[in-house]
């Protein structure tokens, strides 16, 4: 691949973090300028109050590109919310020709078959991505083209997602004069930072546990199987916290970030009672007590979103768990006991990737690093058709770029 320069929003719950960095191959990415901030105006992933959204995405714009010195003009958003569902569907196409040789233009054939699924009113395909392919109807490979066959089947993963809340989002986004080139559901995102390909391989859950929505992604085969999201998250927990303690909203999310510990009974060296601020203070067993039971029911709605019952055959090599909420102590310890399963934290970065990416080291940036390693990998694109903003709006694109060169590029005249 050669030098590009690629820019992502993870548009979250409790945070906005924009990302801009070089990517000159997909082992080769410099990280050239993050921005995060305070997220306002959305709920569970969605857009409840557009100038709040709005604000935010604007100021989280403007940090990355005063630490990176770059211009944003375009941008890959994260999508997630309850509104998403999925599907894995077949789509099925002959090879008439006398060679039954398999060309690319088949695989599309195939592909548009595939995606020929009943899509309900208000929502729209974001993707469509192949899992496998088979010969004949029966020999499972993963690039026919070349080969021989007189029927062509490819397994696909479906991903729908509500038309209005996705119009909401990238209409936030492009008030703040970015355009935005392509559309990608956050879990899947999120796994490219980090999951293992053996992991992919082999079977595996990834739940990245955000401020508003547990996103759950399952890979099996090397590929994407199930997709879907909890609207319970961290969000949820700090709410119970203020509301069991009787604290005030932003003082229960500090003491759960400082004290919060899922597994108290193997900390011994925590007195019985916590404070933090304003006066405020808390039994540190009740504080956990509250903690572990709201991640003991999450565990547990994980598992009811399971295609299958059998989710130990599904994913033998358990759960990778990433996202904010992740960061709480003995998480996966806990996993491990109510799932009986290997359970993990998955850290984004790792070799390839160098810059400024101090911040990203953590769980909670899996998505905002994953979208930039989903473009640098070259994944399918999304199916989603994102509309320019017209002459018009290429006009003030092209005027606020200028106005930015001669505002950084220029020499400063003197007086």
């Known amino acids: 691949m050669a030098k590009k320069i690629v820019s992502a929003i993870d548009v979250g719950t409790t945070k906005i973090a924009t990302i801009v960095a070089n990517v000159r191959s997909q082992d080769d990415i410099e990280v050239l ?23 935010s995405i604007s100021e989280s714009v403007k940090e990355a590109q005063s630490i990176s010195g770059m211009r944003i003009d375009s941008v890959c958003v994260g999508v997630t919310g309850r ?21 690319p233009q088949d695989l599309k054939r195939a592909l548009s078959a595939a995606r020929s699924v009943h899509v309900p009113e208000g929502k729209k395909l974001l993707h469509a991505i192949p899992r496998y392919y088979a010969l004949n109807g029966d020999e499972r490979v993963e690039q026919p083209v070349g080969m021989h066959g007189a029927r062509l ?43 293992t390909p053996q992991e992919r ?52 999310e500090n003491m759960k970030k400082r004290y919060g510990n899922v597994t108290p009974g193997l900390d011994t060296g925590k007195t019985d009672e916590v404070g933090i601020e304003n006066g405020h203070s808390a039994s ?48 996966a310890e806990l ?24 911040i990203l080291y953590d769980s909670a940036y899996a998505t905002t690093t994953g979208l930039i390693l989903w473009q640098a990998r070259n994944r399918e694109r999304s199916a989603w058709q994102v509309k320019r903003g017209g002459i018009l709006g290429s006009f003030v694109s092209l005027l606020r770029r200028l106005k930015w060169q001669k505002r950084f590029l220029l020499p400063h005249r003197r007086e």
Not at 83 to 88: K, P, R
Not at 286 to 310: G, K, Q, V
Not at 346 to 353: C, E, H, M, R, T
């Open 284 to 331: 540190y067993r009740d504080l956990c007590d509250i903690i572990h039971s709201r991640m003991e029911e999450l565990f547990e709605l994980i598992l009811l979103e399971m295609p299958t019952t059998d989710y130990r055959t599904l994913a033998p090599c358990g759960l990778v768990l990433t996202g904010g909420t992740a960061n709480l102590t003995g998480l």
């Open 201 to 252: 391989e082999g079977g595996v859950i990834m739940a990245d546990i955000g401020g508003g929505t547990t996103d759950v992604a399952v890979f099996r085969g090397g590929g994407i199987y199930h997709t879907s999201i909890i609207p319970v998250a961290g969000y949820q927990v700090t709410s119970d916290i203020a509301i069991g303690l009787g604290l005030p909203f932003n003082i229960a």
């Open 83 to 103: 509104h998403i569902t999925s599907l894995n569907n077949r789509g099925v196409v002959a090879i008439p020709r006398d060679d039954r040789l398999v060309r």
């Open 33 to 55: 300028g993050v921005g995060v901030v305070p997220s306002h105006g959305l709920h569970k992933g969605i857009v409840v109050n557009m100038d709040e959204a709005k604000a």
């Open 335 to 358: 996993g491990k006991s109510v799932l009986r399963l290997p359970v993990r934290k998955g850290q984004p970065l790792g070799a390839g990737i160098y810059g400024i990416t101090d």
């Open 153 to 195: 089947d490819v397994e696909t993963h479906i991903i729908t997602a509500s038309v209005s809340s996705v119009q909401n989002l990238v209409k936030c986004v492009r008030s703040t004069g970015v355009e935005v080139e392509d559309l990608i559901l956050e879990p899947l995102a999120a796994s490219e930072a980090v999951l």
